[in-house]
């Protein structure tokens, strides 16, 4: 078993962009962040993207509204970002308060600037394989590491478990999109799925996005597969300071035993997500430049 | 062996949308059928969806325009009948001469008037199962299939042959989603798919979309299963006057004596298209009603 670390493959995409961003001449790519409310995993998220964006050189800015906002208020706030030249990218950080409509905010971002990819239309063009969509940073961020570590999904067999709109269901449709990337033949199981172990044995890779602590076990891996595990769940852990600790979706230690390739918790997939929201930003900021 | 009669299951569509038509007081529906060129094929598929919409009662208009018009000509049209408050629906006729970019006259129409389910926008509807937006006619029909002939999705393991964006990639959508007419486990498996015959034969619905004639042959269909076929293939037949006939993507003298459920070509999914499209045209007039 060899074990995928998405630090390394994150770092290498930071160092990357950081080397692109130097090379530009004028003014550089600008990222716009919506926090609503002091959610206290929303502002340790917006800090880190922040702090990433920094890091690579691109400018962050960060809009830091009321909880008690008005949908109104929140779009006008959009509509502003939309119409400055100047900002490439824009995240409103998710969740939103609940009295706010998520996915109509969303679809207010301009989808040339939806660098979270949340847009309807961007999930559209992830669907009809647009180049110039934006498919959502972890699913993106799988694809990515399986490039980066020679893992071709070309003919093979992929099972998705999870059919979430942000993970399992846009990675399925990444992965059986045309092209050197992807040409994977692709299942998505779920909660409803009969004989969900028979059906994640057929996977060459297996990609455990359900949500569930230490779901996917060694009995439902095929000998040498690839496994990508999505998951972060919180288990008591009485030896931590903290009490919890992180465990993903695959049963790691016994699973290890079987797979050929390994994503760890943490460590693995998770790191991609702000690194491949920074390489989205850059693409903006490539897009827009050229129009 | 049950055969699966798509001919009758449309009428009873357009029976069921007659009767709601007739009920309507004030102005019809009204579906826009935009034909560019005289490719036959065209020409007779505008006159059967034309036909059809008359003896339901719902208004049709057909602006036929030359083969040389521009884009913008295009645009122009289509901009006009998005303003129409008189028109609910707007179809052009695929294929476009091959000087127009097809995808963005399907995005100029409005998303609310995209009763073929073309737009961007509907196919990231599909995806975030917002049930305001149209999904594709056929896909759309064989999930009316499945309802109305009392074939449950829920946890079965469907199998899509074919990954095109009219048919296999949005049945496969349709069928992961959340709700009673779906909760299936997808496999969607293509030209590059290895072992092709095994993955087909865990399906316990397969839905044939690849668009080769014969494809699927007994060997690759488990016993009991619904088969769909949606191919449309013309193979050479001296018998005919036509000198050639059609046939599905399913060996289906074959196949039946496997499966519990299947449908013919032609007589299967075909004629459910243009029922759909109806329905589809049927919906739009209600939400711009209610608007």
Same mark, same amino acid.
């Given at each position: 078993?060899?074990?995928?670390?998405?630090?390394?493959?994150?770092?290498?995409?930071?160092?990357? !962009?950081?080397?692109? =961003?130097?090379?530009?001449?004028?003014?550089?790519?600008?990222?716009?962040?919506?926090? %609503?409310?002091?959610?206290?995993?929303?502002?340790?998220?917006?800090?880190?993207?922040?702090?990433?964006?920094?890091?690579?050189?691109?400018?962050?800015?960060?809009?830091?509204?009321?909880?008690?906002?008005?949908?109104?208020? +929140? @779009?006008?706030?959009? /509509?502003?970002?939309? *119409?400055?030249?100047?900002?490439?990218?824009?995240?409103?950080?998710?969740?939103?308060?609940?009295? $706010?409509?998520?996915?109509?905010?969303?679809?207010?971002?301009?989808?040339?600037?939806?660098? /979270?990819?949340?847009?309807?239309?961007?999930?559209?063009?992830?669907?009809?394989?647009?180049? &110039?969509?934006?498919?959502?940073?972890?699913?993106?961020?799988?694809?990515?590491?399986?490039?980066?570590?020679?893992?071709? +999904?070309?003919?093979?067999?992929? =099972?998705?478990?999870?059919?979430?709109?942000? %993970?399992? #269901?846009?990675?399925? !449709? +990444?992965?059986?999109?045309?092209?050197?990337?992807?040409?994977?033949?692709?299942?998505?199981?779920?909660?409803?799925? #009969?004989? $969900?172990?028979?059906?994640?044995? *057929?996977?060459? =890779?297996?990609? &455990?996005?359900?949500?569930?602590?230490?779901? =996917?076990?060694?009995?439902?891996?095929?000998?040498?597969?690839?496994?990508?595990?999505?998951?972060?769940?919180?288990?008591?852990?009485?030896?931590?300071?903290?009490?919890?600790? +992180?465990?993903?979706?695959?049963? @790691?230690?016994?699973?290890?035993? #079987?797979?050929?390739?390994?994503?760890?918790?943490?460590?693995?997939?998770?790191?991609?997500?702000?690194?491949?929201?920074?390489?989205?930003?850059? #693409?903006?900021?490539?897009?827009?430049?050229?129009?």
């Amino acid at each position: 078993m060899q074990l995928i670390d998405g630090k390394k493959i994150s770092s290498d995409i930071v160092a990357e !962009l950081t080397e692109s =961003v130097a090379k530009l001449e004028g003014p550089k790519p600008c990222i716009a962040f919506i926090r %609503v409310g002091e959610d206290p995993a929303s502002v340790s998220y917006v800090r880190q993207k922040n702090r990433t964006a920094e890091k690579i050189g691109i400018t962050p800015l960060l809009f830091e509204m009321s909880e008690s906002i008005t949908q109104d208020e +929140l @779009f006008a706030k959009v /509509d502003e970002l939309n *119409a400055d030249k100047s900002v490439h990218g824009i995240l409103i950080q998710s969740p939103l308060p609940s009295h $706010l409509d998520e996915q109509s905010a969303f679809n207010r971002i301009d989808p040339n600037k939806d660098v /979270d990819g949340f847009h309807v239309q961007n999930a559209g063009r992830v669907v009809q394989e647009d180049p &110039a969509g934006f498919a959502s940073c972890t699913p993106a961020g799988i694809i990515e590491i399986c490039q980066r570590e020679g893992i071709s +999904l070309e003919g093979k067999h992929v =099972v998705v478990i999870g059919r979430s709109l942000i %993970v399992g #269901k846009t990675f399925a !449709l +990444l992965a059986m999109q045309k092209g050197p990337h992807a040409n994977a033949t692709v299942t998505v199981c779920h909660s409803r799925t #009969k004989n $969900l172990p028979e059906v994640v044995r *057929a996977g060459d =890779v297996v990609v &455990a996005a359900i949500g569930r602590a230490n779901f =996917v076990t060694a009995d439902m891996v095929k000998e040498g597969a690839v496994v990508i595990d999505v998951g972060i769940n919180r288990v008591e852990d009485s030896s931590k300071k903290s009490g919890y600790r +992180l465990v993903g979706d695959v049963d @790691f230690e016994a699973v290890k035993e #079987k797979a050929s390739r390994i994503t760890p918790v943490p460590g693995g997939v998770g790191p991609m997500t702000v690194a491949m929201l920074m390489k989205n930003t850059f #693409k903006a900021y490539d897009i827009q430049s050229a129009s």
